[in-house]
């Protein structure tokens, strides 16, 4: 539990460093991979390969963001280490919860300037509209849910990447009454 909460801590000051200056600083991010060292000796860490799979996904999808201007190379790098904490088995709900709340931001921001709003709309996309949504924000919010609700159990069912095939031995745990994933 001290190392999400510590995790949490480092995602937040990532998430106010880029809304402030809209950028991560790279400190976060190493701080980030050297909690995770530590992670993987927790009984909450997700197996080595599998946090290894989601990181090189995650800054896959993130580099290509990178490259096409819709994030940035800060928000890649956070985004690959967060994964690491999640592992395959959580990266969807990282993915869903970060791209939920970026687009919260952006809502919310566009809703205070309905000027900008407008002149986005009229142009098409197409133009200078200044900054755009502090992406890293989004990362942060996404990971810190999905983090605490891993290691709280509300998302046990799904596991690290663990849901395996049903096994003869499941199917006899459950025909005798008890929960399938019990032993």
């Not at 909460?5 to 050297?34: E, F």
């Not at 989004?138 to 663990?162: D, N």
């Amino acid at each position: 539990m001290a190392l999400a909460a510590a995790a949490s801590c480092v995602l937040v000051w990532a998430a106010v460093s880029d809304v402030k200056t809209r950028k991560i600083p790279n400190l976060s991010v190493l701080a980030l991979l050297v909690l995770f060292l530590g992670w993987t000796a927790t009984d909450f860490g997700a197996p080595t390969l599998s946090s290894l799979e989601a990181a090189g996904i995650g800054l896959a999808v993130t580099v290509a963001l990178y490259a096409l201007k819709v994030i940035g190379a800060g928000d890649s790098k956070l985004f690959a280490v967060a994964a690491l904490f999640m592992g395959m088995g959580y990266l969807p709900f990282f993915a869903l919860g970060t791209a939920l709340a970026g687009g919260a931001i952006a809502a919310v921001s566009l809703a205070t300037r309905p000027q900008r709003a407008l002149a986005m709309f009229n142009l098409r996309g197409k133009g200078d509209f200044g900054p755009g949504v502090p992406y890293g924000a989004a990362i942060a919010i996404g990971g810190i849910v999905v983090l605490w609700a891993a290691v709280s159990g509300v998302l046990a069912p799904y596991g690290y990447g663990q849901p395996s095939p049903i096994t003869v031995h499941d199917l006899n745990r459950a025909l005798q009454g008890g929960h399938p994933r019990a032993y």
